[in-house]
């Protein structure tokens, strides 16, 4: 018997780090340290609260960086794209990744 497909959130946040992991192994240790930077001046203006910064916040911040940077759809447009067979349908994600870490990302629609 097969496992049942995974939910298409489940399929999304997976799809969303694929591609930021993606993009940060296109890049120098110098230009993801600068979107780190820019992640913490982020974390330090938000209007929300203060932040402890811990390395798991930080990772999270600069995630959300790139997010924004490579312009990802949000849920709800991903979804919407994977239903029609257009071109401008989402590949799938061809690999495992954990998409635990991307909870934070459930706001962007």
Known sequence: ???????PRQRYLAWVEERIEDYKD???RD??????DDAVR???EAPDGQYTLTELVLADAVDRVIFQRLKLPSFR???????????RRPPESTGG?????????????
């Open 97 to 109: 990744g954990d998409a635990g870490s991307m909870d934070e990302r459930n706001s962007l629609e």
């Open 42 to 44: 982020e974390l330090q």
């Open 26 to 28: 296109t890049i120098s």
């Open 77 to 87: 447009q991903w979804l919407r794209a994977c239903q029609n067979d257009t071109e």
């Open 31 to 36: 230009e993801l340290l600068q979107i780190a």
């Open 1 to 7: 018997m097969t496992a049942p497909a995974p939910p």
